[in-house]
């Protein structure tokens, strides 16, 4: 099956500051979706990109398919951005296979 | 986006003792759902794939007759841990396609099992 790696693992950001955090998959998808874990657990749908580029407010992603990676930008980071980024990649039957998550951590 | 809703958002409960979970898709109707299970500072794994009407899918190394699931109605799949153990003590998160809304999947919010 496909398989998916995000880095880095941790990140610690002080407020204010851009990040880029990455996600490279195996095989080519048609589905790639980045989320948001908040502190109680849920996921938070953050972009549907397959490939290209799209924005909402402080957060940006770009799915380059042709080299299998995606990243997502946080810019201005701010305190309420904390919490576990996952990217996930679709595998045959609507299955999504999650990578393991980048942890970021904003101090105020 | 589509609205999936799961109960009980957490739950204790003694060893060997049943318990079961509910995912609802409030606002859209979902043939298939999907059952995640997540430990502590790990990622999610599937479970099971929920179809309406039909048997679930498996993942390998998930015992069927563990984690039983039903999709009895096109906006309800229940996740029921049988003869619970501690160490089936984790996250449990559903999802679900709302189909000719987008190709996105929306989850729920998660239901927190501890075993005692």
């Known amino acids: 099956g496909i398989q998916v790696e995000q880095s880095p693992p941790d990140l610690i950001l002080q407020e204010g500051a851009n990040s880029t955090l990455r996600c490279n998959f195996s095989?080519?998808?048609?589905?790639l979706q980045w989320f948001h874990q908040n502190p109680w657990g849920q996921l938070i749908n953050l972009f549907y990109?397959?490939?290209g580029t799209k924005q909402n407010g402080r957060l940006s992603a770009t799915t380059v398919a042709t080299e299998r990676y995606s990243l997502l930008y946080i810019s201005s980071s701010q305190t309420t951005d904390s919490g576990v980024y996952f990217c996930?990649?679709?595998?045959?039957?609507?299955?999504?296979?999650f990578g393991a998550g980048t942890i970021l951590r904003v101090k105020s | 986006g589509a609205v999936v809703s799961q109960h009980p958002s957490w739950v204790i409960c003694k060893s060997g003792t049943s318990v079961k979970i509910e995912c609802r898709s409030l606002?859209?109707?979902?043939?298939?759902m999907f059952w995640y299970r997540q430990f502590p500072k790990q990622s999610l794994m599937l479970m099971a794939t929920?179809?309406?009407?039909?048997?679930?899918?498996?993942e390998q190394g998930v015992e069927k007759d563990k984690f039983l699931i039903n999709h009895a109605s096109l906006t309800l799949s229940t996740l029921t841990v049988t003869s619970a153990h501690p160490e089936d003590s984790s996250f449990y998160i559903c999802?679900?396609?709302?189909?000719?809304?987008?190709?996105?999947?929306?989850f729920g919010q998660g239901t927190r099992l501890t075993v005692v």
């Open positions: 999802s679900a396609f709302p189909g000719d809304r987008g190709p996105e999947a929306f």
């Open positions: 095989d080519s998808v048609n589905n």
């Open positions: 990109i397959p490939s």
């Open positions: 996930a990649a679709m595998e045959y039957g609507n299955k999504l296979v």
């Open positions: 606002d859209f109707q979902a043939t298939t």
């Open positions: 929920s179809n309406e009407g039909s048997k679930a899918t498996y």
